[in-house]
Each structure stands twice: as structure tokens, then as C-alpha cells.
């Protein structure tokens, strides 16, 4: 069986032990095994931290952007690989697949091209020069350097790919070298990413760590950052660790949300069609797995009927199965362990809401080579509510991480589906399908401290407009409250975690000359 290893200071070492079994989670096969016992992880940070911050501090914006391409580029030439191992590993349809590859060499390329807005220089200046004393000689100009250490990132299950490229791109080109630690579950293929890209990176700017997270922690000093994506439980474990408090170490978290979608009675045609079809790609895409899918649907009173008559219409068309075989749309969850946790928390839904498509009972069609004992499979599931519920209801608080989403009526006003969505206590995205100047007024300005990203969609965006889920490199990814308080990609913003804000206080033409070379 494989055995996947560490990249650590610069080579491939193995851990000690049997560790962890990586398994398929469409027929429980063993696919892989993993452990980080015995790693020298001190070292594996100083190194990062010393040699990895050298080979960036030689490198120009525009040089940085270059390997960024680069990497973009050599994932890209193993795409086929790495589609096989998302089907293998996480149960992803060759779709789900491309979703999580193609963000990444899409996002390291997008944030390679900005790089070229940066000019040649390696340091940011951060607005203009600010006079400090008459005769504007003396002047304080902000400027933006990389963090002097390392930036450890911590990815959730859902994104192998993906998640290691999004940080990545924003803390190699602000200047910091990268320790990237996968799911245990789901490793494969960011194994085989880092196999990729490894040769073209300059010595200590990307690290691999394979398996439990160990001692990691305890070795992190006050320049380092911590980057976290995954559940609010271990995000919480991650801010009151010991040393990160102690050492003062940046930490950004990306935790679980219960993201909504709005739908306004007036709403015409094509912005319904949207609702629809977007509600159905969230439930349903990489099986409901994804930090930013939709978990609460605000429905109109008036529409109610039409709307769980559609979306059951679209989830009879979903054929779940074995994600490798042609004509399956939706595979299972990533591992059993999921499974369990998922069909956990909608039993706990089914407290508060009736099932109105799907439920724990099994499947609706089970492909072939489906193994229902072994794979990890749950069915598109929509339960709903009697009405509006209040705070405390788990409609509002329990994230079930998978195809399951709650339709909660409400009576129509922005007021009420305003109220309901803040329950939510902070969100990654929410989104609003309305066509009515002043629903859409309210429910906009109700909602933009609630979340981090806001979709708004009208007829004249309708046909084209992108499911709220989908992340992109240009926007904010990250959201108040639950959701983590953290920030992510936004274009140049998503640097700012690595970088430290420094006034140069001085003889202003000289700084400038001086940093300028
Ligand atoms: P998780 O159990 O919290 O694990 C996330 C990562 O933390 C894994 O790499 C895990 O390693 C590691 N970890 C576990 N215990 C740790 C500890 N004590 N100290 C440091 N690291 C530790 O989350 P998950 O089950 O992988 O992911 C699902 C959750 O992530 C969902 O709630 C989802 O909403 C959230 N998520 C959020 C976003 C976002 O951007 N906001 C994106 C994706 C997912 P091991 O695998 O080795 O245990």
C-alpha cells in the first residue's frame, strides 16, 4: 500500500509507525497510510522560517508571480492524476474533481498575473507619504514586509487541492514560506500536488506535512501565522493552544457557517430559475461538502409549494453512486466517519423540521459499484421548517456537512428573512434572489455585517450569475461570528495576513530612494 510522506526541510521523510489509513470512501478500500510520529517538526519550521524566508526575500513581486504560474502550470499537467485520486480518496465525481484542481492552478495563475501590478520591488508601500514636521523632508511612509516567519496552513478534508493553493498563493507571493498540512483523510492528492510541484520550488518555500498535526504547534513563534480552515471546534483548540498564545503568532480561522438563500415572493422568472438552480448546485456539489454551501433556504410563504415541487424535481435527476462511473452526478461523503457525522446532525434537524425530499433512509438510485455498507453515501436531503425559529433552533446552529439543507418559510417581509439569516450568527455567504428595489435595499444592508460575502441576484444577472458557492480569487472568502472572523484571497488583500504594516519615519526622498534600490 502507499505510503505517503513529509516533505520536511527540503526532502521527503517518512514518519514512524503505522499511523493513519487513507480510505476510499465509495468502497471502504485502503488506498494509503500516513503518520507523523518521529518528524522533527522544530526543524522542519526553522528551516521554512530561515531558508524558505531567504529564498523569498531574493525574489522580486514579478519573480514570486513567475513560480506562482509555474505551479499553476504543473498541476495543471497532472490533472488526470489528480482527478483519479479525488475519486479514489474524497468521492468526487470527476466534477467535484475539476471544482477543487482547476480553483487551484486557477487561483495560483490569477494571483501569478497580479503579481505584475507589483513592479519588480518586494515591498509594498501602503498609501502615500504622511508629513510629520514642517519643510515635507520629514515624512512617515507606511510600507508592507512579509512576516518573518513561517505560514502555517491547517486545510479541511473538503478541498485537497484547492486549499493548499488559496493560501499558498497569498503568502508565497507576500513573501512567507509555506508549511501546508492536508486533511489526514484526504491527502492523496495534495500528496501528489507537492510531488508536482516540489522540484520548481526554491529551497524552504513550500513544506509538506502528511498526517496528524503532532507537535506542530507547540515549535510556532510570535512571526509565524496560522492559517486554519476546517470546523469551529478545532479552530477554537487552535486559538487557546498554549504556545500560539503565548508567542502572539497571527492567527486567521475559517470555520463552519450555516449559509442561506433568499428568495423574494416578486421574485421574476429567470431570478427564480437562478434560486433554483443554484440551491440544487450547493445541496449537491462535492455532496454538500463545502464550507460555503447553502444550509438554510428562506422561502416565501406564497411560494413554498413551487419551490419544494422544483428542487425535488432536480434531485430526482441526481443520480448518486460510485463517482467514477459515467452518469453518477453526486458521490458519496468523504469518509464513513462524515457519513455518521452528517446523518448525526439531521436526525437533530429532524427535531425541528420535516423531511420533504431525501432522509436518512438510504438512497433513491443507487449506481453500480455503490457499496452501501463500505461507502460513505447520504441522499440529497431538504427538510422544512412550520415557520421562522428562533436562535437557539439547531436549523440556525448545527452545520450538517453534507447534501442537507433546511427550508424555513417566512412571510415575505426583508424584515423577517433579515432576522432569520443574523441567527445564523455570521456567515461565509449569504445570497438574495429578488428583483424588488426595496426588499433588496433591506435585506442588502440588513445582511452585510452578517457575512462576508453577499450575492445579490436580479433578472438582468440571473442566466449568467455564479452559485453563491463558488469562491473566487478576486473576493473575499471568510466571514464574521461562526463563520471564524478570518479573511481570505480578496485579491491583494489576501496578502495582508503575511505581511507586517512598518512606518518608516524619516528623510522621505532618501527612504524612497533606499527601498526602491
Ligand atoms: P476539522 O476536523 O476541524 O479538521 C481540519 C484540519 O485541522 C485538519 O487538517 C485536521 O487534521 C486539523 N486538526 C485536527 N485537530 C487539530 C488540532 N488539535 N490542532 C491543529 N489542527 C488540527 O475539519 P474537517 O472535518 O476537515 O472539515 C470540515 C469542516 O471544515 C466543516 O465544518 C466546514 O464547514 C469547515 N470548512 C470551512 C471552510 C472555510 O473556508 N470557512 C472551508 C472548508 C471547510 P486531521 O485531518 O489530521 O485530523
Keep these: 500500500m502507499k505510503r505517503l510522506n513529509s516533505f520536511l526541510s527540503g526532502v521527503w521523510v517518512e514518519g514512524e509507525g503505522e499511523g493513519s489509513t487513507l480510505l476510499n470512501p465509495t468502497t471502504g478500500e485502503a488506498l494509503a497510510t500516513c503518520s507523523t510520529e518521529g518528524l522533527d517538526l522544530r526543524e522542519a519550521l526553522r528551516f521554512s522560517r530561515e531558508q524558505g524566508g531567504r529564498s523569498l526575500a531574493e525574489m522580486s513581486f514579478t519573480e514570486r508571480g513567475a513560480l506562482l504560474v509555474e505551479m499553476s502550470k504543473a498541476i495543471h499537467a497532472q490533472r488526470e492524476l489528480l482527478i483519479e485520486l479525488g475519486q479514489k480518496n474524497a468521492g468526487n465525481t470527476r466534477g467535484d474533481a475539476k471544482f477543487d484542481i482547476d480553483g487551484a492552478s486557477h487561483t495560483l495563475m490569477h494571483y501569478g498575473k497580479l503579481a505584475e501590478t507589483l513592479g519588480e520591488g518586494n515591498i509594498l508601500f501602503d498609501g502615500e507619504p504622511e508629513p510629520v514636521a514642517r519643510g515635507g523632508r520629514l515624512v512617515g511612509q507606511h510600507v508592507l514586509v512579509p512576516r518573518g516567519g513561517v505560514a502555517i496552513h491547517i486545510n479541511a478534508f473538503n478541498f485537497p487541492a484547492w486549499g493548499l493553493a488559496e493560501k499558498a498563493a497569498c503568502s508565497l507571493l507576500a513573501g512567507m514560506p509555506v508549511l501546508s498540512k492536508p ?12 510531488e508536482a510541484v516540489a522540484p520548481i520550488m526554491p529551497e524552504g518555500t513550500l513544506s509538506l506535512l502528511c498526517g496528524r498535526v503532532g507537535d506542530l504547534l507547540d515549535h510556532v513563534e510570535w512571526s509565524d501565522v496560522i492559517a486554519f480552515t476546517g470546523s469551529a471546534d478545532t479552530g477554537d483548540k487552535i486559538r487557546q ?12 480561522i ?11 415572493s416578486d421574485a421574476e422568472d429567470a431570478t427564480y430559475d437562478a434560486f433554483i438552480r443554484h440551491a ?7 455532496s454538500g461538502q463545502k464550507c460555503t454551501a447553502v444550509r438554510r433556504l428562506l422561502v416565501p410563504r406564497d411560494r413554498l409549494d413551487e419551490v419544494v415541487e422544483d428542487l425535488s424535481e432536480r434531485f430526482g435527476r441526481t443520480t448518486v453512486g460510485d463517482p467514477t462511473l459515467d452518469g453518477v452526478t453526486m458521490g458519496p461523503l468523504s469518509t464513513l466517519s462524515q457519513k455518521t457525522a452528517a446523518l448525526e446532525g439531521l436526525a437533530a434537524l429532524q427535531g425541528h423540521a420535516k423531511v420533504v425530499y431525501g432522509g436518512p433512509d438510504g438512497l433513491l438510485r443507487a449506481a453500480e459499484g455503490a457499496d452501501l455498507t463500505n461507502g460513505a453515501f447520504v441522499t ?8 421562522p425559529c428562533d436562535a437557539n433552533s439547531p436549523v440556525h446552529n448545527l ?3 453534507g447534501p442537507v439543507s433546511t427550508i424555513i418559510p417566512f412571510d415575505g417581509s426583508a424584515a423577517e428573512a433579515v432576522q432569520q439569516v443574523r441567527h445564523g450568527r455570521g456567515c461565509l455567504v449569504s445570497a438574495i434572489y429578488a428583483d424588488d428595489r426595496r426588499f433588496l435595499q433591506e435585506t442588502i444592508l440588513g445582511l452585510a455585517a452578517w457575512n462576508g460575502r453577499l450575492v445579490v441576484i436580479d433578472e438582468q444577472v440571473a442566466e449568467k450569475a455564479l452559485a453563491p458557492g463558488l469562491v473566487t480569487p478576486q473576493l473575499l472568502h471568510g466571514g464574521p461570528g461562526r463563520a471564524g472572523g478570518g479573511e481570505e484571497l480578496g485579491g491583494l488583500r ?3 495576513l503575511y505581511q507586517q504594516r512598518c512606518a518608516l519615519q524619516g528623510n522621505g526622498p532618501k527612504i524612497a530612494r533606499l527601498i526602491r534600490g
Design 380 to 387: 440529497p436531503t431538504l427538510l422544512q421548517t412550520e415557520g
Design 399 to 401: 452545520e450538517v456537512f
Design 494 to 496: 489576501g496578502m495582508k
Design 183 to 194: 486533511a489526514t483523510s484526504t491527502a492523496l492528492m495534495t500528496h501528489a500536488l507537492v
Design 241 to 252: 493552544h498554549p504556545q500560539v498564545l503565548q508567542s502572539g503568532a497571527a492567527v486567521n
Design 254 to 264: 475559517e470555520a463552519d457557517s450555516l449559509n442561506a438563500m433568499i428568495l423574494d
Design 280 to 286: 440544487h448546485t450547493e445541496i449537491t456539489q462535492k
